[in-house]
């Protein structure tokens, strides 16, 4: 079944045409991955989707309700965890789930079971009661998600949901992700610099460059698409990007690296 459908979806800044005419779907309980070099596309496209940024023109439709028409019924139906720390360090995990709960507006009576709910799904309720600036950066990732999920979303929008994390940290993150999709049949879509993560979750991907998809399939498929034995992801993305990558597009610019390092500091 049909959960999320984009119609030329597309984003300019003055003369800068950030998201050129993109349009996929995604499928019920799907994990789809959002792929593409710094400046591609991906991040406005996810601001989008999640009615941070309004569309230029085309549309977007998350269970029927438009992005332009319905942002308030689409904001109830997403969850969303940012690449930017969104966890306050100065409140214990417990105590930023409330706010969520609240920010979320849940029955009173419902907030507690929610919150510990949370907690014990994500692995964290002996960590409770600490202060999120004591949690590892994979505990903190997992809180984020855990805040995410407390309105139980149907789809979930993650950007870069393990940046800065070493492998185990990375490796539990995956984990609960096939643990929510496998319990609560929650549709992800997942922006990510990582082919493994992306091999590793993803159902299907979509290839963003130079603002428009270039590519769009289940990763074996995109693999099978290239006359190349035993192909890897690295090899897809690099063929449907370029060989040649023009530097603003390897690794960004230096506010590009400036707030990655920032973030991958702060998270890690």
């Given at each position: ?189 997942l922006t990510t610099h990582h082919m493994e993560e992306a091999d590793y979750l993803c159902d299907r991907i979509a290839i963003m460059h130079h603002a428009k998809l270039a590519a769009i399939g289940a990763p074996d498929l995109l693999k099978a698409t290239l006359d190349k034995q035993d192909a890897t992801l690295d090899d897809v993305f690099i063929h449907y990007t370029g060989n040649a990558m023009d530097e603003n597009e390897l690794g960004g610019n230096f ?14």
């Amino acid at each position: 079944m049909e959960i999320l459908r984009t119609e030329s979806l597309t984003r300019r800044f003055g003369a800068f045409t950030a998201v050129d005419e993109v349009t996929f779907t995604m499928e019920k309980g799907e994990v789809f991955g959002l792929l593409g070099p710094n400046g591609a596309g991906k991040s406005t496209t996810l601001k989008m989707l999640t009615t941070l940024l309004p569309p230029t023109s085309g549309n977007a439709y998350i269970q029927d309700f438009d992005l332009i028409h319905h942002a308030g019924d689409v904001r109830r139906l997403i969850g969303y965890v940012p690449q930017a720390l969104s966890a306050d360090g100065a409140l214990t995990g417990y105590e930023n789930l409330l706010i969520f709960a609240k920010l979320y507006d849940l029955p009173r009576k419902e907030r507690e079971a929610r919150i510990q709910r949370s907690l014990t799904f994500m692995g964290l309720e002996e960590a409770a009661g600490k202060l999120v600036r004591d949690y590892s950066g994979g505990m903190i990732r997992r809180l984020e998600i855990a805040q995410s999920i407390l309105h139980h979303p149907p789809i979930l929008f993650l950007d870069e949901p393990t940046v800065g994390l070493d492998p185990l940290a990375r490796k539990a993150v995956w984990d609960n992700l096939e643990q929510l999709r496998e319990e609560y049949d929650t549709t992800i879509l997942l922006t990510t610099h990582h082919m493994e993560e992306a091999d590793y979750l993803c159902d299907r991907i979509a290839i963003m460059h130079h603002a428009k998809l270039a590519a769009i399939g289940a990763p074996d498929l995109l693999k099978a698409t290239l006359d190349k034995q035993d192909a890897t992801l690295d090899d897809v993305f690099i063929h449907y990007t370029g060989n040649a990558m023009d530097e603003n597009e390897l690794g960004g610019n230096f506010r590009d690296t400036t707030r990655a390092r920032r973030n991958a500091r702060r998270i890690g």
